[in-house]
């Protein structure tokens, strides 16, 4: 499962504009998979990521809506895409600002189906 | 939150707020605590100082005699609550950092402040002051100043 999960996540690395793909234990906020431009921590986003889409998967059923299957944060300098793959595992994309917001969408999906059908 | 020397008041009250622990000990490698948050009594942190300072000692043991040459950070994960202590090196020697946090935060989240708040400390320790030579008479009774400073009382 791993390595068909590090080669999706190679291959999200490779749209342009993303700073680098990381597969994250929901639960811990701990790196399982990562392929990560240099200069980019992937230590601290996978723990905010996971701390971020726990809170929003727990809030979410409370307002009436189902949890979240795919989530954007945009920033000043940069964007936040990420989306659960199964109960225990998430997937997310650190990337430029103009990055092509829907084919990185694709990509990361094809990991968390790299993932899910382990 | 108490702290034997104030400077510690920042950094550790930095991490307590962003990292939403129950428990943070700050200690020497040889469990002379220096700073605390979230304990009520003086036996507690004395003997869990006194335990983290030990846990870290055998598993570095344990660690060398393996090979590996010492551990980052040791976690235990519990149902309810989960444990991580860190060594970190500082210019006054290594130090240990004994978190408890429960299910309120994550291990991932808790570690990634752990290691700020270590550097922090690392960056901001001022020289040790110079003290004089320690006599039975004056390790007692700085054992009583840290434990006032950390709990407000003396026994």
Redesign the interface.
Known sequence: MIDAAQDALDRLTRVRGVRGALL??T????VVAEAIMEGVAA??I???A??TL?RLARAMPRAGLRAPQFVQLRAERGMMLAAPAGDDLLVVAIADPTVNVGLVRLELLDVVAAVVGR | MSTVEPWLAGPLGRFVDESATRITLLMTAAGQVVAQHGFTRRVDVMAAAALGAGIVASTEAMARMLGAGGFATLAHQGRTQSLVLLPFATPRGRWIALVVFGRETTIGLVQVFLERLAAEVAADMPPEPARAPLTAERFEQELQDSLRNLFGRAS
């Open positions: 994250v234990s639960e811990d906020g701990l230590k601290p996978a723990a905010l996971a701390s726990t």
